[in-house]
């Protein structure tokens, strides 16, 4: 069964930084697109990042641009959220998910938890 | 950009017929495919419907996806309920260039 496993989150302080990591397991997405989506506690699903399968492009949601930087690591075939300048706001379980051919999430981590506080 | 607008819960009895709707603010709803993904309680969000009306192997087909582009509305229906259906379900949608979009869900309860 096709699985990507994200981790790297935790309990950080407002203003800091932390990395996340999906990687996969009997499953490659070298050659599909790679997104980012969080969900605060409670609350419904929100897009944060795509990084395209070649890693060229990326974009991002209007709350994080400037402060998360996807990246992906084809050797390895993981891909990364770099967060820095934290808010309490971005609190949420983060998943990753696999990219389809016309831009829908056909394959979804079980998410790891970020919480910012004090 | 647009938002996706879902009712925040509905409700319905086993064995019958649910529609969810997800409305788009701006723009036409067929100028982008809508997929809807299930999500129960403590699990991560499953695909049930991609590119408005398709159903991915293994989901079942009683669910159902369509667009009406005069109404410029998505919608997800579910019949025959089950009380394996209960679930939050989310729309989402692409702009084209930069973004992807979700609803804000909604909350099927099967009682």
């Known amino acids: 069964q096709v699985q990507l496993v994200e981790s790297g989150g935790g309990v950080v302080q407002p203003g800091r930084s932390l990395r996340l990591s999906c990687s996969a397991s009997r499953l490659t997405f070298n050659g599909f697109a790679m997104h980012w989506v969080r969900q605060a506690p409670g609350k419904g699903l929100q897009w944060v990042a795509v990084i395209s399968y070649d890693g060229t492009k990326k974009f991002y949601a209007d709350s994080v641009k400037g402060r998360f930087t996807i990246s992906r690591d084809k050797s390895r075939n993981t891909q990364y959220l770099q967060m820095s300048s934290l808010r309490v706001e971005d609190t949420a379980v983060y998943f990753c998910?696999?990219?389809?051919?016309?831009?829908?999430?056909?394959?979804w981590g079980k998410g790891t938890t970020v919480t910012v506080s004090s | 950009n647009f938002m996706l607008t879902q009712p925040h819960s509905v409700s319905e009895s086993p064995g019958k017929t649910v529609t969810i709707s997800c409305t788009r603010s701006s723009g036409s709803i067929a100028s982008n495919y809508v997929q809807w993904y299930q999500q129960r309680p403590g699990s991560s969000p499953t695909i049930v419907i991609y590119?408005?009306?398709?159903?991915p192997s293994g989901v079942p087909d009683r669910i159902s996806g369509s667009i009406d582009s005069s109404s410029n509305t998505a919608s997800l229906t579910i019949s025959r309920l089950k009380t394996e259906d209960e679930a939050d379900y989310y729309c989402?949608?692409?702009?084209?260039?930069?973004?992807?979009?979700f609803g804000g869900g909604t909350k099927l309860t099967v009682l």
């Open positions: 989402q949608s692409y702009d084209g260039s930069t973004s992807w979009v």
């Open positions: 590119e408005d009306k398709q159903r």
């Open positions: 998910a696999r990219s389809a051919a016309t831009d829908y999430m056909d394959v």
